[in-house]
Every structure is written in C-alpha cells, then in structure tokens.
C-alpha cells in the first residue's frame, strides 16, 4: 500500500478529541486528507478543564512529529511539574520541586488541556473538524466500506474508519464485545478560579500538583497556566454514581454529602470544595481490563480512550492516545504493509501489548493512592519516609 493509495481514500475520524485531532494532524503533515466528525457544537461549546503532563517519549514524541514542538513548548509548564504529597490533615509528606521529579520521573511538562485541544485545532485547515455531527451508526456495506450517520442526517461514506470517540466509542463494538467497566473510583470537583494569594490551597498546590491521601480516598489540587487551580475529591465506591441524577444536585448539596464522606479529613483541606466556582462536574472512573480480546475487523480501529480508558492515576491517557496516533499513522504510511488492515494489525499489535502494562500499572496505582492505609503505601512504593511541613 502506498501514501498515494491512502490519499485516494475516504478517511473518517470520529471524535475531535487528542486522538482524533493527533491522527488528522499526523495524516495532514503527509498530505493525506480526513474528514473529523465531533459530537461538539463547537470548539468553544464545553470547556475543557485540567491540565495534563505529557512525556517525552509519548506526547512530546508526538507533537515534535506533527512540527508543534516548538508551540508546546511556548505553552507548556515545566514548573507544573513540581509535586506534593499530603496526609489528610494536610501535613506534607514529601515536597518534590520540578527538577526533583524531572530527575525521578524524567521530563513531564504539563500544559492545559484547552491549550493542548487548541494547539491542535490550530493546526489543521479551519474546516477539517466537521462539528455538531454526533455519530450514532456505523455500518459496514460490503466492499469494504462503512457508512456513518450522524445526530444532523449527515451521510458519511468511508474506506477506513478511525474511532477517536473516548469513553462511549461508538465505534467500539465493531472491534470487541468488551465494554468499558466502571474502575471502582469517582471524582467529584472543579475550578477554584481564583485562589486566594497565600492562602492554604494556593501555598499547597505551589506550580504544581498536590495530592493528599488518607482513609482510602485522595484530595488533589493541580495548578493551571492562568493561575486557577482545579480541585478533585476522589472516593472508592462499588458502584458508579448516578451521573445524571448527582449532576443535578446542587454543589451545595454535593458538599454537604462529601463532607460526610472526608469526615476523617482536616477541616481545612475540606474547605477547598467551597471554593470551587467554575466547571463543577462528576468523573465516575472506567476502564477496560489490560488483556483486551479484539474480534476481527477491517477497515477500521480505535485510538485513545476508545481502545483502552483507564482511570487517570498514572496521567498516561493522553499520552498513549498521542502515541497511539503516532504507531498507527506509521503502519499506515509504511511501505511495510501490502494492505490497510495489515497496517492496522500491525498498529493494533503494539498497541494492545503496550496497553496491557499500561493499564496494569495504573490499577496498581490506584490501589496505592485509594489505600485504606492512606499514604503509607505510597510512601513505601516511593522508599521515601522524610516528612516536612509547609511552614
Ligand atoms: C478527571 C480526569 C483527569 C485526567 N487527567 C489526566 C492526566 O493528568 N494525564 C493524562 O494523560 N490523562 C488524563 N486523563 C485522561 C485523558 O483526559 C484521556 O485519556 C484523553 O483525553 C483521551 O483522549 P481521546 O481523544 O482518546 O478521548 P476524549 O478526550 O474523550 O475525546 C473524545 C472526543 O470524541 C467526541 N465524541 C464522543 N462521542 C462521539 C460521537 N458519538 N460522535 C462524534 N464525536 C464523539 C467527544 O466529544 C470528544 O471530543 C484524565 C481523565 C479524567 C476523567
């Protein structure tokens, strides 16, 4: 198969996501046209919240292959790095400045995730991203082709399907029986815009990232490129909130029900919650098991969260979805492969065996961070005991 053949097909890319947005990128930067279809009215229609890190041999990888290196670097944190970790009366336990984690953990600048989205958009032609067109079938029609319909009647014709969609892939289930299962664990939160100067959550998030840990559940606060800091509060539970109904309730009521559930937690690392104002929501956490059974399919594959969600405690999903992209426009572009479904073995190969560890590792670390014996597990798996208190 060669580029030529490639720019002479039908590409659809369903989601306008990291991964979707990363492959559009990546086919572009070899002249091969696709066409991205994004349940989102707009760019601007949800905001997108958080800050993420991204690795230097996954998603600055990435983006140094799609030529936006030099634009991550203008917009990314590598203060952001820095990390502390707490009890839950708020006692630092270990103060990682962001030379020390560059030096742990390798470099991991962070950057916001809007800024991430638009650094992307940015870069593909202002129409490549066909927005407001929610996919609601894909079928295949022989010949091997598939035939999208979209929320607005929109009839898509494609020779090769990329499903970029996340956590309710629709694309998903011609590729495996095996759905997404809630991970045991929930976020409840949102941005505190401005932090008061000096204040406890100011001083304890610093440029970073702190995490507090005790009795099973977790405070975390991550600081954003404006200065507003975004506040998590993470619990176990054995089944997922009702979304719908607790994104009703109000923040008010919300707070009186965490209150309860981080009654162990210091009063004052409790308060962080009233001060969020902006962008409050739920994440019930999924995640697909590490060793995926996938059916045979062709003509079609799924890259990011959509191909193996996992929840957020080792911060690898955006990076294996920006890697993802990478591997497959790769094995699509590479003379190696005869046809686009030894391309998409091929891709899909590397991928799930990546995939496996992945996931692996961030079950054992949620394990770690939801522990009933609070930090202490951390700071075993870390070797490090020394305890330090903001002053
Ligand atoms: C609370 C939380 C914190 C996180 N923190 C981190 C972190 O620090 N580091 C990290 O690496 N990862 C983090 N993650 C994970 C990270 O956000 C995801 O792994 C990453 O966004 C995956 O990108 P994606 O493009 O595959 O999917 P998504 O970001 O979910 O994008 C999917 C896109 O598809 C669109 N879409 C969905 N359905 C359809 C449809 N039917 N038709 C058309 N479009 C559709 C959506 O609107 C969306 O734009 C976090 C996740 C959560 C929940």
Redesign the pocket.
């Known amino acids: 198969m060669s580029i030529d053949d490639l720019r002479s097909r039908d590409i659809a890319i369903?989601?306008?996501?990291?991964?979707?947005?990363?492959v559009a990128r990546l086919l572009q930067v070899q002249g091969i046209p696709a066409r991205v279809?994004?349940?989102?009215a707009g760019r601007d229609a949800r905001r997108q919240g958080?800050?993420?890190?991204?690795a230097e041999n996954a998603?600055i990888l990435a983006l140094d292959r799609m030529g936006l290196l030099s634009e991550f670097e203008r917009l990314s944190r590598p203060a952001g790095q820095a990390t502390r970790y707490l009890d839950h009366n708020g006692t630092v336990l270990i103060d990682e400045d962001a030379a020390s984690s560059v030096e742990a953990e390798g470099a991991r600048p962070e950057i916001d995730?809007a800024s991430l989205r638009d650094m992307l958009l940015d870069a593909l032609p202002h129409d490549a991203v066909e927005w407001g067109?929610?996919?609601?079938t894909i079928t295949p029609t022989g010949a091997d082709r598939y035939r999208i319909e979209?929320?607005d009647h929109t009839i898509v014709e494609a020779d090769l399907v990329i499903g970029?969609?996340?956590?309710?892939?629709?694309a998903r289930p011609l590729v495996t029986q095996e759905t997404a299962t809630y991970a045991g664990a929930t976020?409840v939160?949102g941005d505190v815009t401005h932090p008061e100067p000096g204040g406890l959550l100011d001083r304890l998030t610093g440029t970073g990232t702190m995490f507090a840990l005790g009795h099973a559940k977790v405070i975390m606060a991550?600081r954003h490129g404006d200065g507003s800091i975004r506040v998590?509060y993470a619990f176990t539970s054995d089944t997922a909130p009702a979304r719908d109904e607790d994104m009703a309730a109000s923040q008010v009521e919300v707070a009186d029900r965490l209150d309860t559930t981080f009654s162990d937690f210091s009063p004052d690392m409790r308060s962080f919650f009233g001060q969020i104002d902006r962008d409050f929501g739920w994440?019930p956490?999924y995640g697909v098991p590490a060793e995926q059974r996938w059916n045979e399919h062709h003509r079609l594959t799924l890259?990011?969260?959509?191909?193996h969600?996992?929840?957020?405690f080792t911060?690898?999903?955006?990076?294996?979805?920006l890697l993802d992209a990478v591997e497959l426009v790769n094995a699509l572009t590479s003379d190696q492969y005869p046809t686009i479904d030894a391309a998409i073995r091929a891709y899909e190969s590397t991928m799930l065996r990546r995939m496996r560890t992945a996931i692996e590792e961030t079950q054992q670390a949620q394990a770690v961070f939801l522990s009933p014996r609070g930090p202490e597990q951390l700071l075993d798996a870390l070797g490090e005991q020394g305890r330090r208190e903001i002053s």
């Open positions: 369903v989601g306008a996501g990291p991964a979707g947005l990363a279809l994004e349940r989102d958080g800050s993420l890190d991204l998603g995730r067109r929610a996919v609601r979209t929320s970029c969609d996340g956590h309710s892939s629709k976020f939160g991550q998590y994440w956490l890259v990011g969260d959509a191909a969600i996992m929840p957020p911060g690898q999903g955006v990076n294996m979805a």
